[in-house]
Each structure stands twice: as C-alpha cells, then as structure tokens.
C-alpha cells in the first residue's frame, strides 16, 4: 500500500495559517505578476495564484501584456513596481514566448524575487545565507518531510534540468540528504532510480517512472504535468493495488498547491524585509 502525500490537504493548511498572519498585519502585503501572452497553463497557474492572495487578504495585481512585448516595456514596469510600496513581491510568470528570461528577471529587486529566480537569491541559498528559496523547492521539502521518515543520509535522484534542481539540491544538504542530478535518457537510468531512497521528477513524460522501478518505501516527488485528453498526468505511474510501501504525491493535487502556498510564504517574508 502507499501513502499519498496529500499537497492538497498540507496546503489549506498552510493558507489557513498565513490568513490569520496576513490579518495580524499593519499593513496589506501585495504581490504583481507579470504574464505575457496567452499560454493557457500560464494563464491557469496565474489564477490560481490570484485566488490563493485573495484567499489569504494579499492584494493582487495582474499585468497582462501580448506575445509581442517588448523587454523594454516589461523592465520598466518591473522598475515601476520595485518602487511601488504596496507591491512587495513580484514575479514575471515563464515561459515567456521570446523575451530574455535572465535579463528580465536580473531587473527585479532581490527583496521582492517571491520566485527565487533572482540571481542574487540563488548565490545566497549557495553560501547558507538568508535568502528567497524557490517556492516550488520549498514546496517538494514541506512534502518530503511530510512523509515523517527520517532523511539523514538518505539518497535522493532528482530526475530534471539542473537549474531546476540546484535549489532542492541545496535545501535536501541542509537535511543531511545526498542528492544528484539524472538525464532519463542515460543507460542506467533504471538502476539509478532503483537505488535512491527519494526521486523527484519534473519531466512531462507521463509513464517515465513505474512501481517496479521504485525502491521499497521510496519518496516519490512527481512535478510533472502533462496534459492528456484533458486530463493531467505526472510522470510516475502506480497501480492502486501495488505492494509497495511508496510515498507519493499525487498529479494533481501534490507539488502544484503546495507550490502556491510556499509563493505567499515568499511574499510574507519579502513583506517582513521592507517593513
Ligand atoms: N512557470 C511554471 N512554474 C513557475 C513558477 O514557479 N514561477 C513562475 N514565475 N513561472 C512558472
């Protein structure tokens, strides 16, 4: 039987605790996301962002702009909002269809990076400094935790580019948890997934990991979505009647609400920095 690591559940729970912090507040605390084009999951994830904020009492504010936007434009309203006092957080919701991702992220204020995405941020989290970790890494560490077995010297595979890894690499070491970078498309692929005792996968290739594949009591962390006749798959099958004592989160309903509820911790602490 495995257990399901319920982000779902472990989010409202969350979201419930940072509504009575928001209230306590002197001040509103507000987040700005920037969504260029009109990608439909961008434009899911940012909804679901917005109701999150509405739901906790954080104001929220949407810029929307055409595929065609300049850098220019994005930069200086980006500018515009490093300045607002009643914007303390900012993000800029990728993919973006064609602009500089780096240059334009470079152009947000360190202390409003509610993404983590910031290079500044990202140094900090490398030398153990105070910093604004990626939501989504801090997200798979509340999940992993979660499971309630001890990490120490655990082993962990993380099945994904490495830029997206390096932040849950960091934050896995400060649990005192191994962990190294896969390409599902090298020889010992199989094995490698056989032997961790943790796998994260942000892949989009549902069926890329099974059960048999898995190690007993293993930690599955599943980050991808892919869409399949309207219906969102992960990469990580598992049949309900298995015998493996896996951890598991479920797509969707795992990473993705956990995700957003890590985001508003973002701008609760960047709020805290500029109060
Ligand atoms: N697109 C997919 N995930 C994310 C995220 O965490 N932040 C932003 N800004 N864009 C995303």
Known sequence: MSTILDGSKLSKTIIKKIKTRVSSLSKQPGLAVILVGLDPASHTYVNLKQKACEEV??????????????????IDKITELNHDKNTHGVLVQLPLPNQNVDLIISH??????????HKDNLQKL?????SMAPAVALGIIKLICSSGVDLVNKKAVIVSSKLFAEPIEILLKELKVDS????????????????????????????????????NSSIVIDVGTTKVNGKILGDVVINQDNNNTLFITPVPGGVGPMTVAMLLINVLKAYQLQI
Request: no cysteine.
């Open 57 to 74: 009492g954080i104001a929220f504010k949407k810029i929307t702009y055409p595929n065609s936007v300049s850098e220019k434009t994005i």
């Open 180 to 215: 190294f970078v896969i390409n599902y498309k090298e020889e010992n692929f199989a094995e490698k997934i056989k032997t961790a005792d943790i796998v994260i996968t942000a892949i989009g290739k549902p069926g890329l990991i099974n059960e048999s594949m898995l190690k």
């Open 126 to 130: 490398r030398e153990n400094k105070p």
């Open 108 to 117: 947000i204020n360190p202390k409003k990076d509610v993404d983590g995405f």
